[in-house]
Every structure is written in C-alpha cells, then in structure tokens.
C-alpha cells in the first residue's frame, strides 16, 4: 500500500490561506469519508485536526476545514497564523488490508 | 486530562527482539481501539498495528505481520507491542495512539528504537 501523496512545501502569508492535496486511489480516499488531517511539530507527536474529512475535534479552531473530491482530500487554513507553521500528513481508511495509510507530508512554511 | 505514557525503548541489535508498554489515563481506555504509529527519522508517520476495545482483532502493516504483537491488559489500561526479529528499517520513534474515533485522537510522547549492530 502506497503513501497517499502531498505536496513537499506550501507557504502562505500571515492572514492569506493555503490548501494542501492529498491525493490517493479509489481504493482508499476516494471510496471511504475516512480521511484526517495531523498537525505535527518537530519532536512533537501528531495532533488530530480534522476527521471524517470534514470534523473537527474540540479546541480545532474553525480556521482549519477539510473537504474531498474523488480520490482527493484537501485541508485548507484560513487566516494564516504563524503557529500554523508545522508539517500536516493527511490520513486515510485503507481497506481491511491496511486500515490507515499516511501520506508523503507537507510542511508549512508561513512566510 | 488525557496521558498516553509510552516505555521499553532503546538501542536493540538486528534480530533481538523489545517489548514497548502504553500506560492510558483520562479516559475510557477500555472502550476504544488502540493502535501503534511509528515515525522513522525525517520521514511521516507509518501506521503499525490496531487492536480492537476488547483485544478481539488485531491487524497489522504487512511488513511487521509474524513479527510484532499488539495486545492490551485493560485492567491496568496498557497496550504493548511485542516486536521480535527486529530490523534496522525498524529504527523509528513508536507511538501509541488511540481514543473515541476512527482517527487516532490521542497520543503519547513516543518511544524511540534504534535497531543497530
């Protein structure tokens, strides 16, 4: 099972907004609404930022949203803030064979 | 508030085998499925194994399946992962993660195994 596929960098400006891809197969994104989205810090362990495609967990601000569209899910930060610097790997039910699939990552970088 | 404690890393050499524990707090334990991710150096997390609330399933990466073991003792609120047959391509930071929803809501400060000769 291959790593669903982001984008290496994306960058943004304090207040502008960004989208990161996530892009799998018909086998894993584009069949289920079992897609999250992890905020990660150096060092640190991945934190939930978004579920089932489009949830939030409590104390997720709102700028954060999810959406999918066939085989892609994408996660968009609105209102750039400079605490969003971090990497995001996004997260898919894979089918019995592999429940959870990753993907590649994206590191933010706000500029 | 939620703790995921997770112990029994360390320096192992190729062929040997660990055994890492995840002691839960704050929250029904009992209730949830409980997973292991790993995180090799510089690169994104990987997905290890799930055990079902009641340790009735368990499922595996294809490439730890024979040679890991996940169970839990939910009388003391832990999970473990057995890890035999150790590999260099096993070197990673573990961490056991878990909670109320499909995706892994909580998560421990992780368990660093560097296997090496």
């Known amino acids: 099972q291959s790593a669903l596929t982001q984008p290496a960098s994306v960058s943004g400006s304090p207040g502008q907004s960004i989208t990161i891809s996530c892009t799998g197969t018909?086998?894993?994104?584009?069949?289920?609404?079992?897609v999250s989205w992890y905020q990660q810090y150096p060092g640190k362990a991945p934190k939930l930022m978004i579920y089932?495609?489009?949830k939030r967990p409590s104390g997720v601000p709102n700028r954060f949203s999810g959406s999918k569209s066939g085989d892609t899910a994408s996660l968009t930060i609105s209102g750039l803030q400079a605490e969003d610097d971090a990497d995001y790997y996004c997260?898919?039910?894979?089918?019995?064979?592999?429940?959870?699939?990753f993907g590649t990552g994206t590191k933010v970088t706000v500029l | 508030q939620v703790q995921l404690v997770e112990s029994g890393g360390g320096v192992v050499q190729p062929g040997r085998s660990l055994r890492l524990s995840c002691a839960a707090s704050?929250?029904?334990?009992?209730?949830?499925?409980m997973h292991w991710v790993r995180q090799a150096p510089g690169t994104g997390p990987e997905w290890v194994a799930v055990?079902?609330?009641?340790?009735?399933?368990?499922y595996y990466r294809d490439s730890v399946k024979g040679r890991f073991t996940i169970s839990r003792d939910n009388s003391k609120n832990t999970i473990f992962l057995q890890m035999n047959s150790l590999r260099a391509e096993d070197t990673a930071v573990f961490y056991c993660?878990?909670?109320?929803?499909?995706?892994?809501?909580?998560w421990g400060q992780g368990a660093l195994v560097i296997v090496s000769s």
């Open positions: 997260c898919s039910y894979g089918g019995s064979s592999i429940p959870y699939v």
């Open positions: 993660a878990g909670g109320p929803l499909w995706a892994p809501e909580y």
């Open positions: 055990i079902a609330f009641d340790g009735s399933n368990r």
């Open positions: 089932e495609v489009n």
């Open positions: 704050g929250f029904t334990f009992s209730s949830h499925a």
């Open positions: 018909s086998s894993d994104v584009g069949s289920y609404d079992l």
